[in-house]
């Protein structure tokens, strides 16, 4: 991700969509607690054409125990 203020007012953001598609999903995770600013970042993400990571068809999970 690289940061650089254009003004005062202004931001830009560049990152890679791989970045983007996890911020994304974060956004949308947590948007209750973020509220609006989510709603805007979410809506500008999607129009930007990024979409969230893929879901695994199958998640794996074992138990190990305690050694």
Do not use: C, F, N, W
């Not at 005062?8 to 949308?28: D, F, N, V, Y």
């Not at 948007?31 to 794996?60: C, F, Q, T, W």
Request: proline share 9%.
């Amino acid at each position: 991700m690289h940061i650089s203020a254009l003004d005062k007012q202004t931001t830009q953001i560049s990152m890679l969509p791989t970045e983007s598609a996890q911020l994304l999903e974060g956004l949308e995770a947590m948007r209750d607690e973020l509220g609006e600013i989510a709603d805007e970042l979410i809506s500008l993400l999607r129009s930007s054409g990024i979409e969230p990571p893929p879901k695994p068809e199958h998640v794996r999970t074992e138990y190990a125990g305690p050694e």
